[in-house]
């Protein structure tokens, strides 16, 4: 398997702008996590899936941030509009079922200028 | 409020020692706790995963133990190589699938 597949890996954009990160989780995984992180604040959890359903986004910081999963092997986190403060590295990662491993992608690396 | 505190932020040791990581947590009730390692500019890659009910869990040259009682986890190394240095983060899951993670202790092994 690939693994946990993000893109695109780096996205550069102009504050106000939409952002769309995608992400495909390795084949035969029924969660999938979307994370941020950040120098100051590490890594959070922004919101995560169980069966392509919306479990917990508490952690989404605020309406301008959306995700959807519309099937099994797709994932989106939206940003719109984007601000200089949502540049961060955004990782997807996934896992077979509840308590079990969480595979990470390698990241996209988010600059709003 | 749950928090995973990692100490010290960085640690060097010369090529060749055992060394430990430590990683404590507020809540004894867990779910399980995993190690993950974080090279410069990359995602994060798993160590290790260790359930509720599990003491430690071991893999080639490393080993991780948990004491829920007193909120610790350490990962042990043993004969450490230069590729060993990395990040190291400790990642806890407080009663679901949500990962609370430390903020990492940066290792480097020195040749």
């Known amino acids: 398997d690939a693994g946990v597949i993000q893109s695109p890996r780096h996205e550069v954009t102009e504050m106000g702008q939409e952002v769309t990160l995608r992400c495909k989780p390795i084949?035969?995984?029924?969660?999938l996590f979307w994370y941020r992180q950040t120098m100051m604040r590490g890594l959070e959890l922004l919101i995560y899936?169980?069966?392509?359903?919306?479990?917990?986004d508490s952690g989404m910081p605020e309406d301008r941030f959306s995700a959807k999963m519309p099937n099994a092997s797709f994932s989106t986190l939206k940003i719109q509009p984007s601000e200089p403060r949502d540049s961060a590295v955004y990782f997807c990662?996934?896992?077979?079922?509840?308590?079990?491993?969480?595979?990470f992608g390698p990241g996209t690396r988010l600059t709003v200028t | 409020k749950q928090e995973v505190t990692q100490i010290p932020a960085a640690l060097s040791v010369p090529e060749g020692e055992n060394l430990v990581l430590n990683c404590s947590f507020t809540?004894?009730?867990?779910?399980?706790l995993q190690w993950f390692r974080q090279d410069p500019g990359k995602g994060l890659t798993s160590l290790l995963l260790?359930?509720?009910?599990?003491r430690e869990q071991t893999s080639g040259r490393l080993n991780a133990s948990l004491d829920k009682s007193s909120g610790r986890s350490t990962l042990y190394i043993a004969a450490s190589q230069p590729g060993d240095s990395a990040t190291y983060l400790c990642?806890?899951?407080?009663?679901?699938?949500?990962?609370?993670f430390g903020t990492g202790t940066r290792l480097t092994i020195i040749p």
């Open positions: 990662a996934s896992s077979f079922s509840y308590n079990y491993e969480q595979y």
């Open positions: 260790i359930q509720s009910s599990q």
């Open positions: 990642a806890v899951a407080f009663g679901n699938e949500k990962l609370t």
């Open positions: 084949s035969g995984h029924n969660s």
């Open positions: 899936f169980n069966n392509n359903v919306p479990i917990d």
């Open positions: 809540d004894s009730a867990i779910y399980n």
